[in-house]
C-alpha cells in the first residue's frame, strides 16, 4: 500500500480513492493532485517518490517539470497584459514585433498567434537544436521563416515555438521576460511556486522524470507535424539538463507544484480573485478562453478548440465531463484546468510520464471524480 499524504474535503473522498488506485494499480512513481473550490483547496493529496531508485519522496515541497502545462501561464501573462492595455489580441503581431511581418506573415494577429494559426509549429529545414538555446537566435529565425499552412484558416499545436512567439510578443511590450514577470507579479506576492526558468537554488527539489518507452501516436505524418516533432531538432538538444532548466521556455520548460497551479487555475475559475487580489477581471479570462478556433488539428492527432493560448475541454474532454472547462495539458500527463461555471480549478503533476498527447487518464479519472463528487 502507497501511502497518501495531504488531504480530501470528506465529499471528495472518492477523489482519495482514485489517487490510491493510480498508485496501486502502478500507473504512478510519484504525483499530486490538488482541487480549488471557490478560491478554497479542498483536495491536496500527493504520494510516491521523486527519483526513480525511490528513494527520496514525493512531497509538498517537490517541483515537477510541467512541459506545455506552461502554455496555461503564458495565456495568463498575455492575458495581463492586454488587461492592462499594452496589446490588444486583434492586433497583428508585426505592430509588435516588425521583423514577424516577413515571408506573408504581416497579417497574423497576436490570438490567432496564440491559438496556433501563424503556420509555425516547427523548423522545416535542419539545424542545430542546440540553438533553442539562443532566444534571439530562434526569434529571429522565427520572423524570416514562410508559414507552413495558411495562416488562420487552421490550427497545427506550435509545441516549442509558440513559447518563443508569445514570450517575445510579451517581452517587447513588457520590456521584461515572461519568467520575470511571472516571478515578480505573481509567484512571489502570492506565494505560488511556479517557474519559468528555474534558479540553481530550487535543482535540489525537483523531481527526477521516468520516461515512457514508446512514442506517442501522432496521427498522420504531415510536413507541419513533422517539423513539430519528428525531427532531430523539433525540441531543445546538445545541451545538459542544468541549462534546459535554467533557460525561460514558456511553452515547454515550467517548473511547478500542483498546488500552485491549482491556486493559480482556481483564481481564473473564481473571477480572477486569488487571496483577495484581482489578478485577472471576469471579462478578460473570457475573452482569454474563448474560442478563436475549431477542427482538425494539422500537428495533433485531435479535432481542437483553442482559445487565447489554452485549449477548450468541449472537442476532446480530455478533463472530464465539463465541456465549458479550459487550461492546458503537459507532455507525460501533467494537466491545470479552470471551470468557471463551478468555481473550480485544478492540477495534476507527476514524473511517471505516459504516451498519451492529450487525456491521459490518470488526471482524467481524478477529475471525473471531482464531478462525481459536485
Request: hydrophobic share 45%; with cysteine.
Amino acid at each position: 500500500m502507497v501511502e497518501i499524504a495531504g488531504f480530501a474535503a470528506p465529499r471528495f473522498a472518492a477523489v482519495k480513492d482514485v489517487f490510491a488506485d493510480n498508485f496501486e494499480q502502478g500507473l504512478e512513481l510519484g504525483a499530486r493532485f490538488t482541487l480549488v473550490q471557490a478560491g478554497e483547496v479542498v483536495v491536496d493529496l500527493w504520494a510516491g517518490h521523486a527519483d526513480r531508485a525511490r528513494t527520496r519522496p514525493f512531497d509538498e515541497r517537490t517541483l515537477t517539470p510541467v512541459f506545455s502545462t506552461t502554455k496555461a501561464l503564458a495565456a495568463v501573462l498575455v492575458a495581463r497584459s492586454v488587461e492592462a492595455g499594452r496589446l490588444s489580441y486583434d492586433q497583428p503581431v508585426a505592430e509588435i514585433w516588425p521583423e514577424f511581418g516577413q515571408a506573408g506573415k504581416a497579417a497574423i494577429t497576436v490570438e490567432q498567434a496564440l491559438s496556433h494559426q501563424a503556420g509555425l509549429s516547427g523548423f522545416p529545414d535542419k539545424m542545430d537544436p542546440a540553438l533553442w538555446f539562443d532566444w534571439d537566435a530562434i526569434c529571429a529565425q522565427l520572423a524570416a521563416m514562410a508559414p507552413l499552412w495558411p495562416p488562420g484558416t487552421a490550427s497545427g499545436y506550435h509545441p516549442i515555438t509558440f513559447g518563443y512567439i508569445a514570450g517575445e510578443i510579451f517581452r517587447r511590450v513588457e520590456g521584461r521576460t515572461m519568467g520575470t514577470a511571472l516571478r515578480e507579479d505573481l509567484a512571489q506576492p502570492f506565494g505560488l511556486d511556479l517557474w519559468i526558468g528555474l534558479p540553481d537554488s530550487e535543482f535540489g527539489r525537483v523531481a527526477d522524470l521516468q520516461r515512457p518507452s514508446a512514442l506517442p501516436d501522432f496521427g498522420e505524418h504531415n510536413p507541419p507535424t513533422r517539423a513539430a516533432f519528428m525531427t532531430s531538432w523539433s525540441s531543445p538538444a546538445g545541451r545538459n539538463q542544468d541549462e534546459w532548466r535554467r533557460m525561460e521556455l514558456p511553452s515547454a520548460n515550467g517548473h511547478a507544484t500542483a498546488e500552485s497551479l491549482a491556486r493559480l487555475m482556481g483564481a481564473l475559475a473564481n473571477d480572477g480573485w486569488l487571496d483577495g487580489a484581482e489578478i485577472l477581471s471576469p471579462a478578460l479570462i473570457g475573452e482569454m478562453a474563448r474560442e478563436r478556433i475549431r477542427g482538425q488539428d494539422l500537428v495533433l492527432p485531435f479535432v481542437m478548440s483553442w482559445g487565447a493560448g489554452v485549449m477548450r475541454n468541449e472537442t476532446e474532454k480530455p478533463w472530464g465531463p465539463a465541456l465549458q472547462s479550459f487550461g492546458h495539458s503537459g507532455w507525460g500527463g501533467s494537466c491545470a484546468v479552470a471551470d468557471p461555471e463551478t468555481r473550480i480549478g485544478c492540477a495534476y503533476v507527476m514524473n511517471k510520464q505516459d504516451t498519451q498527447l492529450m487525456g491521459d487518464l490518470r488526471p482524467k479519472r481524478l477529475i471525473e471524480a471531482v464531478y462525481a463528487a459536485l
